[in-house]
């Protein structure tokens, strides 16, 4: 016999824990779907730098207490280009603010979603892996598989939050992928120098590399290489690494003293279209994945569940799913979602190439937007709270 819910989110990471933490005490019956068996346990070495509006909606769901101690404040975005002039300060106290932003471990952010949930009653269903998706006229049947057996559960409302890892082939929803031939090396350094609460990013032909502040003296690096590059410095003893960092990032926060956890992901730019099926909807990294250049990707998929948890809430359980719910959602999405996409993919294309023309283009964008604190101000509140910002 199979199960019925309200809501069954598929995807219990840190986008499918908020959808369902926006839904505690709403009286619907939410099921939570999650492939792996064991909670995130520190595995991934990835830093995810929140924006305010990211900080305000985990605030009102009752994560932020949890995770603030492990948050390192932003006060100051320094963005150079290398071996070209143009650079941009970004302030807090210019923007009225005492922070930027936040940043957070990945294993921290969803320990501290997976204990919201407990503590508000919502069960994530572990070691649960979906492996159909059946929309239909009534409801969504999803079926999957536990310890070995299959299960369907029937749901009014199918909510995909997989991170776009499984679910590929959902019946007339398909995915535009384009690789960007860029990977991603993740890792955790300490400097000689504190950070002061500056993230860095310098733009390098070769692509951007980010060091986001961390604790007292560290950063989290997000370094933008060729895929053979990556694998490459994975590989490097420590040393090496650390000089190689140097030599690419310059002296501002003086050497590098140590690494810890690296790790590579490849880049692409995926969106699912449409992100809506009879009474399914898809959300985070499954409607969508960024290059993190821009630090933008949780941030949206953490809008998407807040959106969606608020649009679930004004409709009456037996219209969940249906058209017009739908519909609302995605006119409520596509603003945001369509600028942080476009925001994201225009900063990899303008400052990831060697055109010698473009490079002055960029050194007088960077230098006009340093002089012009309404444009600065514009900036940082379209990346805090996106399209409404
Ligand atoms: C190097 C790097 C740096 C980044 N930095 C930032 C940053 O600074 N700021 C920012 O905002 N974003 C950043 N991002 C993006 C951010 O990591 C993602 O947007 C975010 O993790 C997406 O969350 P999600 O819940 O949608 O997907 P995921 O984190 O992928 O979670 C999906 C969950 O679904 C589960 N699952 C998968 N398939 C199934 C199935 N069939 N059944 C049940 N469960 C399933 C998985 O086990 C997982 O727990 C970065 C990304 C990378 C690669």
Known sequence: MSETADVLVVGGGPVGGTLALGLAGSGLRVQVLEARSQPETGADPRAIALSEGSRIILQRLGVWENLAPHATAIRTIHITQKKRFGRTVLRSEEMGRTELGYVVGFAELAASIDARLQAVGIEVMRGAQANSLQPGNDGCRVGYEKNGSEHTVEASLAVVADGGRSLDSVPGLSRNIREYGQSAVVAMVQAEQAHGGVAYERFTSNGPVALLPWGVRGFALVWTVAPEAAERLVALNETDFLQELHAHFGDRVGHFTSVSGRAAYPLKLARMQPNTAPHLAVIGNAAQTLHPVAGQGFNLGLRDA?????????????????????????????????????????????????????????????????????????????MSLGAKG
């Open 306 to 382: 807040w959106e969606l948890a608020n649009v679930i809430r004004s409709y009456s359980p037996q219209e969940l799913g249906g058209d017009k719910m739908l519909a609302e959602y995605v006119a409520t999405r596509r603003p945001d979602t369509e600028g942080g996409m476009f925001f994201t993919d225009f900063l990899v294309r303008t400052f990831s190439n060697d055109w010698p023309a473009l490079g002055h283009v960029r050194g007088a964008a960077l230098a006009a937007l340093d002089l012009c604190n309404p444009a600065r101000q514009f900036v940082v509140r379209k």
